[in-house]
């Protein structure tokens, strides 16, 4: 059976039914998925695909196509792994239109090699599919002897899945033919989930192990394989599949608690920083209104304490009746979100993006009021906004996403491309806590505290993929412990979505070449643009530093106007005809 036939086939399915067609990367990811298993007998790995690039649609045709090739059978099974109950309950209700491709695809049929093929019939009992949330692990043990009439898709979550195996073992799982992880990267690998499922994969029948997320992650690699497929955000942007334009207002901000209180600022919930943020992001919001409507927005904060302080602020400048809250310890969360996604206007404040299943396609700004520790968080909140909006007035559609952050998040747009193509050096680097700290935020209850707080100057730039982002001006960002402790304040900064550029700062030019090299390494990329910042007696010592990796004078510029003075200069030296990768080291005197 040609599978691309098939694959066209159900295209022409999809656009009867739908009105749409499959997108190219779709069908490109099937069919790297079903000539893996072809030709090596398995298909295992990460798709990765933006957020509203339509992952499990792909799953969706996928296991249509695959059926129709006789890649599944009846009474054999596929499990579908969700993280999370509300992104389960979205799952299920995506796979269940699987009944209707396959009753417009026996009225239209797939013609291969001069004879027809019967993939379904007009009604739903007659389906080869049965589809099935599952609860609990007495079920679970029961429905895998499988369903002899029909391929049996169970929609559950991994954390089932490991209890399953510890209670029943292995032996029913002789008739999975496949599994998907649905968002892998909200799934952890812990001591008993890891070896449990990489026992599982060990299965004869087993033909194919699929992750599906917008952001690959080192867990995920271990559970099923490296990045299979990418299709990145840039690309989908430029396709018109998530919205075109994407303008970051970027600031940070600078908290002084009052002298009783002890720790870190984002320890506690600030008072004063909760209404400095709403009096902020209302008149950002109101600066981007459309015909007096404030575009519709998320606001990320970073515990439940300082969340409902927010609220209340929010409360006393804007419409009430408009701004919604969605955490952890709230009430009646599902209804406060089916409402803010009903209305053309409002402010939903939440903490916990991981659990609240939040898709609204319509959402015109996020505004970012946490800290955000990995790249893989900030993509994923990014992802929230980029969705392609439907309404003719929305801002997405008239002119560009907004993101407010507050704490200067949107640094890592640098390395967002590494990250959606599955850079393994710098995937492993990202800690598994981290992750799950930015995705799921502080559940538990904070001291409310008073402090001193001020924003810095913001910042503007506009990301349109198929132009040079503009402004390019250096965006500075909170120190990363990913750079070793040999050399001091790492700080990582982008121009736009171009390139990577690291600050180190150091005392001695004579040691540059070893940051260069330790660079070099871990990106596996020579360095080609380096900007030193330098005191005027340094510069035979710079030229001394760099004669080794052929660099000359190139673009002398300010780094930062704010750190200009006197006693310093600053030159750029480059070597051209080099992959794109920079590197900004400040020598000071210590």
């Not at 990765?48 to 992952?55: E, I, L, V």
């Not at 029913?172 to 968002?183: L, N, P, Q």
């Not at 390019?472 to 990913?482: A, D, G, Y």
């Amino acid at each position: 059976m040609n599978p691309y036939e098939v694959i066209e086939k159900i295209d022409e399915s999809f656009k009867r039914l739908t009105g749409n067609c499959l997108y190219a990367h779709q069908k490109e990811a099937m069919r790297f998925v079903i000539d893996g298993i072809q030709e090596h007998g398995s298909s295992g790995g990460i798709i990765s695909m933006p957020t509203g690039a339509g992952k499990t649609r792909f799953a969706t045709a996928l296991l249509v196509a695959l059926y129709s090739c006789n890649l599944l059978i009846e009474g054999h099974v596929v499990l579908f792994l969700t993280p999370r109950k509300i992104i389960k309950e979205q799952a299920g209700e995506e796979l269940q239109k699987l009944y209707r491709f396959h009753k417009d695809i026996q009225r239209n049929k797939i013609k291969s090699y001069g004879y027809s093929l019967t993939i379904g019939l007009f009604d739903l009992d007659s389906s080869p599919f049965y589809i099935e949330e599952i609860e609990d692990s007495d079920t679970l043990n029961t429905c895998l002897y499988g369903n002899q009439n029909k391929v049996s898709i169970y929609i559950s979550t991994p954390q089932l899945l490991n209890s399953f195996v510890q209670q029943y073992g292995y032996e029913r799982f002789s008739k999975v033919d496949g599994i998907f992880f649905d968002e892998i990267h909200h799934t952890f690998v812990g001591p008993s989930i890891g070896p449990a499922i990489s026992k599982l994969k060990m299965s004869p029948n087993l033909r194919f192990t699929l992750g599906l997320s917008a952001t690959p992650t080192w867990d995920s690699y271990r559970l099923t394989g490296p990045v299979l497929y990418s299709f990145s955000s840039s690309e989908a942007m430029r396709a018109g599949i998530i919205t075109k334009s994407l303008k970051i207002i970027q600031t940070n901000t600078n908290v002084k608690l009052e002298n009783e209180y002890k720790g870190k600022e984002w320890q506690y919930a600030v008072k004063d920083r909760a209404e400095l943020y709403a009096k902020e992001t209302i008149n950002r919001l109101e600066k981007e209104s459309i015909n007096g409507r404030l575009p519709k927005a998320l606001i990320v904060t970073t515990n439940t304490t300082e969340a409902d302080e927010l609220v209340q602020q929010l409360h006393q400048i804007w419409h009430k009746q408009l701004v919604f809250k969605a955490h952890y310890r709230g009430t009646n969360v599902s209804n406060a979100i089916s409402k803010f996604k009903k209305n053309k206007e409002g402010i939903l404040v939440t903490v916990n993006m991981a659990d609240i299943g939040f898709d609204d396609t319509e959402l015109e700004a996020l505004v970012i009021a946490k800290q955000i520790n990995t790249p893989i968080g900030y993509i994923q909140l990014r992802g929230r906004v980029l969705r392609k909006a439907k309404e003719e007035d929305n801002l997405k559609q008239k002119k560009y996403a907004l993101i407010l952050d507050f704490t200067q998040s949107s640094s890592y747009e640098a390395c967002i491309l590494d990250i959606e193509k599955g850079n393994e050096r710098l995937i492993r680097r990202i800690e598994s806590r981290e992750i799950r700290k930015d995705l799921e935020g502080t559940n538990k209850a904070v001291k409310l505290v008073r402090g001193e707080v001020t924003l810095e100057e913001c910042k503007e730039f506009l990301i349109t993929p198929d132009k040079e982002t503009q402004p390019l001006e250096p965006i500075e960002v909170s120190q990363t412990n990913t750079i070793p402790k040999t050399f001091t304040s790492p700080i990582t900064v982008s121009y736009g979505q171009s390139f990577l550029l690291k600050c180190y700062t150091v005392s001695d030019a004579a040691r540059i070449p070893d940051i260069i090299k330790r660079e070099e390494e871990e990106f596996n990329v020579p360095i080609w643009h380096v900007s030193i910042q330098y005191h005027a007696n340094d510069l035979p010592l710079i030229y001394q530093a760099f004669k080794e990796f052929d660099l000359r004078p190139f673009q002398p510029r300010p780094f930062q106007e704010q750190n200009k003075s006197s006693n310093e200069k600053h030159i750029f030296l480059a070597s051209p005809g080099k992959d794109l990768h920079f590197l900004h080291v400040k020598l000071v005197e210590m």
